[in-house]
């Protein structure tokens, strides 16, 4: 489905899953708002070359007004908005950027877990051996080591600002214990300022390569990852201080679409969906 018409100077690109694991891609005008003029494109699949051949129906011409697209770090999608709008800033989505580091982060958490669920394993084992009774290890809050980080999960992943009193004691606990998750933590929130500050691109370009250098340093082959992820996407990572885009837009038009899904319980004819989506959004 193709609808040139609602092309405009801001568009976002996502991906959404209608029914039994069918994937379509979405390309959505920003300025709609989720109503009507902002559904431009509906493709059955993700396949680069596919989307593209549909999308070059819409003339060069109208495509190379397109001043900005949003999208997350797929490089299906990074094509698809380099070949279609040539003449487009092609912006990483900040929230998919940021999610990549605390995916890094919580693996971390993970295999620490996995240490302390050996620890303990171990523990038991010793015990049954020497006939005595098995009594876990607890920190002062009453966790053990499984329990703390397993509970870890929710601290590490907000602002210190949002903790309650417990789980500020079990922050103090979990650092205490696990400083490279501390090292880690704060990286996290140091990637969180660095967006947040309402600085130019060159200011945020030292401040990254800044942020970088301490990445490197952390252990583990998730933090390589991030590392290298960003410098290959460094430049349209970096565009997203020229405008502060994101890809909130289509991340709500692709809820929007789960919801409607929802309310008739399923999608049995997909091209009637689409039809009646397009009703409402474009």
Not at 64 to 69: F, Y
Not at 154 to 166: G, M
Request: hydrophobic content about 40%; glycine content about 4%.
């Amino acid at each position: 489905m193709l609808f040139p018409q609602n092309l405009g100077k801001n568009l976002s690109i996502d991906e959404t899953c209608l029914s039994n694991g069918e994937v379509y891609t979405f390309l959505t005008n920003k300025e709609g708002h989720g109503g009507k003029g902002t559904l431009v494109a509906v493709v059955r699949g993700t396949k680069a070359e596919t989307v593209i051949a549909v999308l070059e129906r819409i003339p060069l011409s109208k495509r190379k007004e397109v001043e900005e697209i949003t999208l997350d770090l797929s490089s299906s999608m990074m094509l698809i908005a380099r070949t279609v709008f040539p003449k487009t800033r092609i912006t990483n989505d900040r929230f998919h950027v940021q999610k990549l580091y605390y995916d890094a982060l919580d693996e971390l958490r993970i295999t620490l877990r996995w240490m302390a669920r050996d620890i303990e394993n171990e523990e038991i084992k010793r015990c049954k051996e020497e006939g005595v009774a098995y009594i876990p290890f607890r920190y002062a809050n009453g966790d053990t080591r499984k329990q703390l980080l397993a509970r870890a999960k929710f601290i590490l992943t907000r602002h210190e600002s949002k903790w309650t009193d417990s789980q500020r004691w079990r922050a103090d606990i979990i650092f205490e214990f696990y400083p490279e998750l501390k090292q880690a933590y704060e990286l996290a929130m140091s990637l969180t300022n660095i967006y947040n500050a309402r600085s130019n691109k060159n200011a945020a370009r030292l401040n990254l390569a800044k942020w970088f250098d301490k990445v490197e340093k952390l252990a583990g082959n998730a933090f390589q990852t991030v590392v290298d992820t960003f410098v290959n996407h460094y430049d349209t990572i970096l565009n997203f201080f020229v405008n502060r885009q994101t890809n909130a837009g289509a991340e709500s038009f692709n809820a929007k679409v789960k919801a409607f899904r929802r309310q008739f319980r399923g999608v049995s004819d997909i091209p009637f969906f689409l039809y009646r989506l397009s009703m409402l959004c474009a």
